[in-house]
């Protein structure tokens, strides 16, 4: 269950499907902000032999390891542990949902599937069409995993996010910008 502590200082949760470039977002934004940065997720590249993030997410979710609710429940405790700190921004398929209590912020990249893939393409030095086809692979399994953990569809975060963001035309400054600004009118609004 999401956690129900006391907001702590700025707290930026960052999500969104495969091949969406939250990690790369929140990467920036952190390094802006001059902020901790944290993915929960790292664990599926510890328990993989791939360099590749697609292919890391996807062979951990094949593990047993991967599948286990025992696992994903210390990722969530670690996440709401960390989010508890402040000063950080967190991405996370599931940190919506997890820290929409502890969070300041709420970012959810709406990106189309033929743009993950082109970008996926290019950062994994694969064809588009295989990209794609291990970003629906991906959701796919990630989003049935984690209905039989959870009970819920994770793609739901796109309605409780703050922000939604479609970047697909937008560079990474661009992107991150934008969030910039929104936290920025976010914050006078509330003086």
């Not at 405790?77 to 919506?96: D, M, P, T």
């Not at 069409?129 to 629906?136: F, V, Y």
């Not at 989003?143 to 970047?167: H, N, P, T």
Request: proline residues 3%; aromatic residues 6%.
């Amino acid at each position: 269950m999401p956690s129900k502590q006391k907001k702590t200082k700025t707290v930026i949760v960052v999500s969104g499907p495969p091949g969406s470039g939250s990690t790369t977002v929140a990467k920036a934004l952190a390094k802006r902000l001059r902020l901790r940065y944290f993915v929960p997720g790292k664990l599926h590249k510890k328990l993989s032999k791939s360099k590749k993030e697609s292919e890391a997410a996807l062979e951990t979710w094949r593990t047993k390891k991967g599948r286990s609710k025992k696992t994903h429940k210390e990722r969530d405790k670690l996440q709401i542990k960390e989010a508890k700190k402040g000063r950080i921004v967190i991405c996370g398929k599931l940190s919506i949902h997890f820290l929409r209590e502890l969070s300041d912020y709420k970012i959810w990249l709406d990106v189309p599937l033929k743009v993950r893939g082109r970008r996926t393409a290019k950062r994994d030095g694969i064809s588009v069409k295989k990209a794609m086809e291990e970003i629906r692979e991906r959701q796919r399994i990630e989003r049935r995993g984690w209905k039989r953990i959870y009970g819920f569809d994770y793609f739901y975060q796109k309605k409780i996010a703050d922000l939604v963001i479609d970047s697909s035309e937008l560079t990474l400054k661009q992107t991150v910008n934008k969030i910039l600004k929104f936290i920025k009118s976010k914050k006078s609004s509330k003086n």
